[in-house]
Structures are given as structure tokens and as C-alpha cells.
């Protein structure tokens, strides 16, 4: 998705009502499924997965944030904004470094975990996704929450298919290669959110 495909106006809120019980839905989906895939992730020996988690994790932490901003003004949720979008970065750059370290070890992960949790994740992030479609184009906050839930349905795919590769091939390099690409559109989408909100908060400053 390109950083140029939305343009919402500057001064626009979000529909706090409805959108506010969709982020506590997200966050509460998210937050269990954290536990569900780090702990199928340590068991199954996958980065993918592993990365997976943590991208829960952090998806209920921006749910968390975006709910405490979400009666604020523009300002306060741009940089709400700045902030997650840094810890979308930080995620990037970890599990890049995550998949470094496990392709010098040459551990290969178990396949059918891998699948089976995958297809799980997969589920709760299309409930999710399906949930925000309608909040997709609002301000940099509302845009950082719905890229972290449609790189995650993507992120989820890419396990799956991570999967099949390793059962396949017996080896770790197919879910070392979704780890990266999982990481990759962290990384992008930070920077679109960053872009964003620094043209918020100059909108901001010069009202």
C-alpha cells in the first residue's frame, strides 16, 4: 500500500463511539494471541512465528495507545503516532537481527506448528482487519493501526506459506525468509506513518 493512496484532512477525528469498541476488540484478539504464538513459536523453533508474536504484542500496545489518545488533539495523536511507528521500526530491525542469528545456527523448525498456529493467527487477524476497513483512511493514528493489522493478515500468510517450504524442504531458510520479509513491512510502514504524522503535526503547529 503506497504512502500517497490516502490524504485525510488534517483536523478530521475518528468516529470515537464505534471505533473505540473495534480497538478494544483488536486489542483483546491481539493480546491472546501473543501468549498463543511465543509459546507455539519457543515450542516449534520458528523465527517466523517467533516474529509473529511480538507483532501481536506490539499491535495490542498500539491499540492500547490509540484508544488513550483518541478523544485528543491532532497534535497529541501524531505523535502518539511517531511513537508506535518507532516501535514498528525497532520490530523490523529485531527480527532481522533474530533471523541473522538463527540462520548461523541452523536450527530447522517444526512445520505442522508452524501451520497450524499460523492459520489461527491468520483467522484473528482477518476478523480484525474486517473490523477497521471502514477506519482505514483517517488520520496518521487511525493509518498506523490499520497498516499494523494488514501487514499482520500478509505477515500471517507468509507463515503459512513459510510452513509448506520448510516441511517441504527440511529446512529453516523458508521461515527465514518470511521472518525478513515480515520485518521489511514493519520497517515500510513505519516510515509511511512517520511521513504522515510529521505533516500532522506541522498542520498542528501552524493552525
Known amino acids: 500500500m503506497s504512502a500517497h493512496c490516502c490524504h485525510p484532512t488534517p483536523s478530521q477525528r475518528p468516529p470515537a463511539a464505534g471505533y473505540r469498541r473495534i480497538l478494544w476488540i483488536a486489542l483483546l484478539v491481539n493480546l491472546g494471541m501473543f501468549f498463543v504464538e511465543i509459546a507455539s513459536g519457543v515450542k516449534a523453533g520458528s523465527v517466523s512465528l517467533l516474529a509473529d508474536s511480538l507483532d501481536f504484542l506490539g499491535d495490542a500496545a498500539n491499540y492500547g495507545i490509540s484508544l488513550f489518545v483518541l478523544g485528543m488533539g491532532l497534535a497529541s495523536r501524531a505523535r502518539a503516532s511517531l511513537f508506535k511507528a518507532l516501535c514498528m521500526l525497532l520490530f523490523g530491525i529485531g527480527v532481522l537481527s533474530m533471523a541473522g542469528w538463527r540462520a548461523l545456527s541452523g536450527e530447522v523448525p517444526e512445520a505442522i506448528t508452524m501451520g497450524l498456529i499460523g492459520s489461527l493467527a491468520l483467522a484473528a487477524n482477518v476478523l480484525v482487519a474486517v473490523l477497521l476497513f471502514g477506519y482505514r483512511e483517517g488520520d496518521s493514528n487511525m493509518r498506523s493501526v490499520w497498516l499494523c493489522t494488514r501487514n499482520d493478515a500478509l505477515g500471517n500468510l507468509a507463515v503459512l506459506l513459510a510452513a509448506f517450504g ?30 504522515q504524522a510529521r505533516t500532522e503535526l506541522h498542520s498542528a503547529h501552524a493552525a
Open 166 to 195: 520448510v516441511f517441504g524442504t527440511g529446512t529453516a531458510w523458508p521461515d527465514l525468509l518470511v521472518a525478513t520479509i515480515m520485518a521489511s513491512l514493519a520497517i515500510s510502514a513505519a516510515v509511511q506513518v512517520m511521513r
